[in-house]
């Protein structure tokens, strides 16, 4: 088969990933359930096939990899419940693109997504799984509500799998760069008033050196963000992006990005890439906005920095949002002729045996009221003696419903930003002509 990898499951072990920042619904609501964790549900696996059943199973990744990191991050926790399932695995390519595989009618039973579950719904791969979730009184309520409410909002209602690893965005500060500049560390009850205060104080030309007190990129501080509302009016189909709650968000925002080198540059504005290496290799940033996957890039980048971790900040008069999370989700695809098995595998990943596992590694589950967070990150010894615990935030707003429209709002939000920031344009006409230009580009989209 083109593109594909046929392998018998073996033993391997962790590799890394992932994408976030932003906040949501004030009152934590995005953290808590519609119900209430059913005392009874411990997690385990679904009894959906024997164990011992042999089973030959397609995973297509829209999230890259290949063979040996699918093996090392998915595959031997499955193989631990189902030691006789094997696995091809494909991504997508010459020949092998989601319209392809469903043109040739290859056969697909497990699809690896991002949040963005457009392209695979554009192509008919979608599949509502909700008959296996009432078959095997699966409890949903074990996730944290907003990875489960976004794909409802998307599908109308429907279930298409289950979520996976979760990331979101926290912050990282060089210590020595405080200490050198006799700047108080940073703590948890910081809001984003005093980061930037702070950072204010970082942001100074030493030694011939110039320091910036804050890095980060554009899609952490817009993409998703605090109690953002859909870029798109769902009722009408027009772009939201000239209104007061944008231009407020400018306001607040361009300020830090003041603080960066070169504003005229794109590229540093957009590039977490630019943004971390200014913090990891330069030793010229005093704070990052960064992935919260700081145990995983650690131990294999081999940090050689003296830093720690806060949480991600809330602003004063909203303190108990919380950023948006970036899901993995394990969806069952269409016409799978092993939908019993696609769900036994899917729901070994999501065990609490396996999460467990995965938390020692540094991932952060797709769980709620997970009694085993104090082990976050403890299989790292690169993480000793950090501040683990603010690497997942205490509540998680809701997630932007990720469709086609969404996505070229976006685009248009972004370079609304640029012109702001670089100076090209006031707030008020970069934000009218970004909704002007978002509006032609959803019109073009509604008649595709």
Known sequence: MSGTRRRWLGAATMSALLLLAACGKEGGDGGAAGEPVRPDDTGKTVEAVNPNKEAELTVYSLLGGNYEGFMSSEGQYIQKKYPNFKFNFMLPGTGTTLRDVVTAKTPIDIIISSPDLQPVIDVGLDSDISDLIKKHDYNLNRFIPVTINMMKQLTGGKVLGLPGRVSSYTLYYNKDLFDKFGVPYLNDKMTWEDIMETAKK??????????????ADIIALLDMNERAPQYVDAKNLKATLNSEYWKQKFDRTVPLFNMLPDISDPALLTSLTKSRDLFLKEKRAAILLGINDAGVRAASEKWDLNWDISPFPVFRNAPKEGPQPSTRYYLIAAGSKHREEAFAAITQLVSDDIQRELVKGGFTPPLQNADYMDLLGSGIPELSGK?????????????NVKDKYYIAARAELINAFNDVVSGRKDTNTALREAEERADKKIAELKNQ
Not at 202 to 215: E, I, N, P, S
Not at 388 to 393: C, D, E, G, H, S
């Open 202 to 215: 970082l942001t100074r030309a030493d030694g011939g050196v110039q320091y910036y007190g804050f890095a």
């Open 387 to 399: 501040h683990a615990k603010a690497l997942v935030p205490p509540n998680y707003g809701e997630m």
